[in-house]
Every structure is written in C-alpha cells, then in structure tokens.
C-alpha cells in the first residue's frame, strides 16, 4: 500500500477523485508533495553566453573610448541610479559604484561581444539588486552601441 501524506488525506476527502491521479501510484498531489526545492542559496552554473557583434566592428580611437569614460563618470555623478536598480536594498550602493567602474573597463574591450560579455558577467554578480533586469540592459547596451557602432 502507498504512503499517503496526511495533506493528501484531507485533501481527497474534500474533493474527492479530482486529487487522485489514476496514471500515477501515488497521485499527482502526493508527487508534486514529495519534490524537493533546491537549496536557496546554491551555487547556479551559468550557461556558456555568447554574443556575436551585430555588424562588422568600426576601429575605436582612445579619444572615443575617453570621452565616453568621461561621459560615463560624469552620469554616474548626476545621477543616484543610472542603471535603474533597486536603490532601496542594502549594498546599492556598492553594487552602482562597481557596475559603474566595470562599464568603463568595458569601455576598453576590443569589441562590442567581447564588453557586453563581461557586463554580462558583472550583471549577474548583482541580481538580486536589479542590474541584470532590462532597464540596466538598455542603458548598458546604449553606451557599447554607440560607442562601438555610432559616428566618430
């Protein structure tokens, strides 16, 4: 005889033969019972990610690359949250600073796949915080388009 949670009990006493499951032994409700969440703080493998540049890459002098850094510095000085992430939560801070720091290094990559890659990366070191949401995609991504894509 299966083993037969007491929730399941009560529950197919309630409604019945709507709970059992016929295809299954132990009954869908008892199965989705019986599944075990991971742990919450387990270590995620992120999937190999890869970009390929949308056009042929234009030649970048250092003086673009400057200004852009410039750039860069002087919107993360104006403004609290350029990336637009969750400003209430502890550590924003930090996590603004360091996004920001990695988007001038990104600056200095020798292709658009190559920076958005390594934003990638730092994106998702600060998830919890929102910087891998869309709103920091679009802002990341206006600056290493134009910089590697826009007029000289």
Request: glycine share 6%; hydrophobic share 35%.
């Amino acid at each position: 005889m299966v083993k037969t949670s007491p929730l399941v009990r009560i529950l197919s006493g309630a409604l019945g033969d709507f709970i059992t499951d016929r295809m299954t032994p132990k009954g869908a409700l008892d199965e989705l019972m019986d599944m075990k969440r991971p742990p919450k703080n387990e270590n995620i493998d992120i999937p190999e990610f890869k970009i390929e540049n949308p056009a042929p890459p234009i030649p970048v002098s250092g003086r673009k690359r400057l200004i852009y850094k410039n750039a860069v510095d002087d919107i993360m000085k104006r403004e609290d949250n350029p990336f637009q992430a969750f400003d209430e939560e502890d550590g924003f801070d930090f996590a603004n600073r360091k996004m920001g720091e990695a988007l001038k290094q990104a600056l200095d990559m020798e292709d658009y796949a190559t920076a958005k890659k390594y934003m990638f990366e730092n994106q998702v070191r600060f998830e919890d915080l929102g910087f891998a949401d869309t709103e920091a995609d679009q802002f990341i991504d206006s600056v290493l388009e134009e910089l590697y894509y826009g007029e000289e």
